[in-house]
């Protein structure tokens, strides 16, 4: 609504997620931009994790699932993970260090979820580019990304049953 124009795929995908909640878990400290781009690494692993300002109390599988965001994949679309690795793996070792049992079905809702967010971002960022209010080669860009989430989006649904 707040688009002001009609997103059909965008739409049916708010609508599945409305209709299939997930059930719950425990809340935790969720990064809310957890993904390779905001990991800071050397020769001996993980230095920090940078950008919290998306940060919040919440689901762990929001952070789990959104590697899994098309966008992240950077035309690597046959490594879900980021564009670097699978799924699967990433899960085992998550479950493995927590004593946690998240299944890669759990985190189908939240990736759902995470390509609609990207896609109703990069409609945003597109609107500012559009509208004079900033110009800047970076907002279109990220705007044509839109409609790779709408796509992605119509996949993940296909794949459910819609």
């Known amino acids: 609504d707040g688009l002001g124009e009609p997103h059909p795929a965008l739409e049916w995908a708010l609508r599945w997620l409305r209709e299939h909640p997930p059930r719950s878990r425990p809340p935790v400290l969720v990064h809310g931009d957890f993904r390779i781009g905001n990991l800071m690494v050397d020769q001996e692993g993980l230095v920090a994790v940078l950008d919290w300002e998306f940060a919040h109390i919440g689901d762990p599988r929001e952070d789990l699932a959104w590697p899994l965001v098309r966008a ?24 493995a260090l927590t004593g946690g ?19 109703l971002g990069a409609l945003k960022q597109a609107r500012r580019h559009l509208s004079g209010v900033e110009r800047s080669v970076e907002l279109a860009i990220l705007g044509r990304l839109a409609a790779e989430m709408e796509y992605e989006v119509l996949a993940l649904l296909e794949k459910s049953g819609g």
């Open 72 to 95: 992240w994949r950077f035309g690597e679309d046959g490594k879900r993970l980021g564009g670097i690795g699978e799924a699967e793996s990433f899960l085992e070792a998550y479950n």
């Open 101 to 119: 049992d998240v299944s890669l079905e759990e985190l189908f809702w939240w990736e759902v979820l995470g390509n609609v967010r990207w896609g």
